[in-house]
């Protein structure tokens, strides 16, 4: 696939049916972290618009917390996770309502989704999300997910809401990605520093972005800053959607392809794959180290990862969780599902399978990691 040029990009973000919006807290809030009502309905006018002309819209919002902790009486964001987590299940509902009343102006319908990393790396729980979310755009609504902050645990969470936003414009096959925040644009250092000079296309965001520093997050609010972001355009650029990075009030200009912010090019053609979030959407609970020719076959890709290349299991984890495979080296190779508990691979390590069906038993002889839930790294 050749590197479209900026305009190009732009216009496929113009002429995009289905399209995945995030806003981050901080484009949703007043300096003092309390959620600014008018801001929330300037970018439901702008995606109203969108959706008026017959797109598909997805958006991906924060806010609840910014939106709960005024209410329950603190001065300020909590910082401890069961605060967090208490006051973001009372704002989520008053996050709702205004969008309710916000979209209810045009006549518009809104459905909540909220999404933990941990049930959707797995399979039946992707494709459910995937039916729901298809269904709701087949009706008209515009789906507003957030990550289900108040049960999401604390090993396995996105925490900003960038790279969820990117695996749903993949589980959408979106066209576009939107990324709104509080800095117009990307820029070649933190805005902070003196000297730093907007940067309008990224043509491919895989490779090292030259000389382009980023941080986290310049507000108090907001979680993961320009880090997270560059990740959620690396993801939605191998899914084959471009993005374009924003302020929420350059919202409705970036979706007509105006010249604003930054555009990221699509680095592949499209295609759409729970595989993605098996790479993406949580953190590796442990490791599994493999040798030598494990490791080959595995860089190979298309190979599941068999106990008789494994060399040890480190960490606790159960089947189902992601993991990291490494070789001896500590190198990471790839990222996987687990097919077993991690107390049980220690007597399977080295056996070949039918070594593990006579000694073990049949519900043994079966890949540490099925190669359609491993990704390479
Ligand atoms: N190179 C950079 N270009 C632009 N912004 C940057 C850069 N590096 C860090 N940032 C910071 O990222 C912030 C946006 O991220 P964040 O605060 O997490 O927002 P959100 O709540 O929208 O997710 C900006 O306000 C800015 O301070
Ligand atoms: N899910 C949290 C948002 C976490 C967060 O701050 O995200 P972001 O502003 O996108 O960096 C909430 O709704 O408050």
């Avoid at 600014?36 to 819209?57: F, T, W, Y």
């Avoid at 043509?203 to 907001?222: E, Q």
């Amino acid at each position: 696939m050749s590197t479209p040029s900026q305009a190009e990009v732009r216009r496929s973000i113009a002429a995009a049916g289905t399209i995945v919006v995030k806003v981050g807290s901080s484009s949703l809030t007043q300096p003092s972290g309390h959620l600014d009502p008018s801001k929330l309905d300037v970018l439901a006018a702008a995606l109203a618009q969108v959706r008026l002309m017959g797109g598909r819209v997805v958006l991906v919002s924060s806010g609840a917390i910014a939106a709960g902790f005024g209410p329950l009486g603190f001065d300020e964001r909590p910082a401890d996770v069961a605060t967090q987590q208490a006051t973001a299940a009372v704002g989520q509902g008053l996050l709702m309502a205004r969008y309710e009343t916000a979209f209810g102006r045009f006549g518009i319908r809104v459905g909540q989704i909220l999404i933990t990393a941990e049930d959707t790396i797995r399979a039946t729980q992707y494709r459910n999300v995937q039916r729901t979310l298809d269904r709701l755009l087949d009706l008209g609504v515009v789906p507003i997910i957030n990550e289900n902050d108040s049960l999401a645990s604390n090993e396995i969470r996105f925490g900003d809401n960038d790279r969820l936003s990117a695996l749903i414009a993949n589980l959408v096959r979106a066209e576009a990605l939107v990324l709104l925040t509080d800095v117009d644009a990307l820029y070649t250092a933190p805005p902070s520093q003196p000297g730093s000079r907007r940067v309008e296309y990224v043509p491919n965001v895989i490779d090292a972005l030259g000389d382009i520093t980023v941080s986290g997050s310049g507000s108090k609010v907001g979680t993961g800053g320009m880090v997270t972001k560059l990740e959620a355009a690396r993801v939605a650029a191998v899914s084959g959607i471009p993005t374009v990075l924003t302020c929420a009030s350059n919202a409705g200009p970036a979706m007509m392809g105006d010249p604003v912010g930054t555009v990221f090019a699509p680095v592949k053609a499209r295609g759409s794959s729970r595989r993605l979030w098996i790479g993406f959407a949580a953190e590796p609970r442990g490791t599994i180290v493999v040798d030598e020719g494990a490791a080959k076959a595995i860089r190979g890709g298309r190979a599941s990862l068999l106990a008789a290349g494994a060399l040890e299991a480190r960490g606790d984890f159960s089947a189902g969780d992601p993991v990291w495979v490494d070789d001896e080296a500590g190198t990471h190779l790839a990222r996987g599902l687990a097919g077993f508990d991690s107390e049980e691979i220690p007597q399977m390590l080295g056996r070949n399978t039918a070594q593990l069906k006579r000694f073990l038993g049949p519900e043994y002889a079966h890949p540490l990691v099925h190669r359609d839930n491993l990704v390479l790294v």
